[in-house]
């Protein structure tokens, strides 16, 4: 029988990795490239599971991890997961507090809390490309239920970057997302939030949208043109291009999954980089470190199936560190010919103009907002950008973490003994467990 030109082109593509080594550039370029001849003569109309997933891939890390559950809670299992590397739980640094609140908060809760962690990075100047879709395959395997031996599976799968931490510890997941009137249809598989805090109203109040957006939430038909202006396909643009659809794309740094075999597919084709889809390619000439290319394969797969995934408001679940009730955000002009008129603007709640210094920019921490997150509004950052703290950003952070940790600590222990929760020590945070290649 005669071979197909895809069985032969892996076979050649594998002897060529084989005698050049699959950690080479020439053997990575060679992957890329097939990888988009397949993807040019495939059908795309969904998402397909491919037998890749367990193998190990020149993108794949190797990641440790730890697992910590509450009393079960009435209802479908709700699993929580996260992803840093390990150095950043060390004491002193802001990943230890971080997650020693959301792993408590699961637990009392009566959820299932998964940490991952991988090696540290061996300098600022690392690439990250690797290290972001580690996050979406780490997601990938909670939802198989690779580490949770016996348990029931996971209806639901919250995965969270680790410096987006729950600041309400009394709050739910079925408060937030589930329960309310415009929770997820059944037809919905991820729900993501955008990078803009408040929703608009008027014809959107059953299913608000992110302010100043009209395609984000699945039940909302929107032209392909339109959707591509509000999750474009992350390809070098000009500046103002980026800056107008930042305030309605994807901010992947939490993300809610639906444990069915849609899910499971779709988290699938984003674990693996859409199988060398466009949208989710490394940038030439990014500066390493800054791809953000799980974010942009997020945009992608927003755009192939936007009847599937939903992008709420950021306050819904993921509000800027920036952030609290009352604070109004007034959009830029962008088609303004000066800059000044572009930027966009905070006003407090007497409305006055707000300006931003390292005491100013994490007011979300101590507000009613269910998760802070480190992250800038848009592209021309006029929000929370921790760039502009200087080379002290990350002290910046772990204070403001630790001081979080410190204030929500007494009320987490109350509820932990009320309800006979095991609280979760910051030692045993920082112990790592045996690394499992993903």
Known sequence: MRKSSHTGRNQVLEEYCRRRGTQSKACQAKQQATQLHLRDHATTALPQRRPSLVKREPCAEALAYQEWSGNPRPGPRICIGTLLSSDLLAPGAWGRPAVAITANWAVLHGYTFGLFTTQPRQSASDDDYCLQFSKVRAASQMLQGAFSSGAPACAWVLFLDADAVVNNVTATVEQQLLQPADRPSSSVHLVFACHTPEGSRGSHSSAP??????????????????????????????????????????????????????GRDLVDWWAHAGHGAKGCQRLPGTAIGKSLGEQRCASDMKRRWPAEIDVVPAARFNS???????????????????????????????????????????????????MCHAYGLTANFSGFNPAGLGPHWKQILAQAYEARWRTVLPRLRELQGLRGTTPVSLEAITKVSRARAL
Do not use: M
């Not at 955000?329 to 000066?338: D, F, I, T």
């Not at 572009?342 to 006055?352: A, F, H, I, K, Q």
């Open 209 to 262: 949208e992110c302010a100043g957006c009209s395609c984000g939430r699945a039940v909302h038909s929107c032209s392909s043109k339109t959707l591509a202006g509000e999750q474009p396909d992350g390809q070098p643009g000009t500046q103002r291009q980026l800056a107008r659809s930042s305030r309605c794309t994807i901010n992947s740094g939490a993300v809610l999954i639906r444990n069915s075999v849609r």
């Open 320 to 370: 800027p560190a920036w952030y609290y009730p009352g604070v109004r955000w007034r959009p830029g002009n962008l088609s303004a010919p000066h800059k000044s008129k572009r930027t966009d603007r905070l006003y407090d709640t007497n409305g006055t103009l707000r300006s931003f210094n390292d005491s100013d920019q994490l007011r979300c921490f101590g507000s009613s907002q269910f």
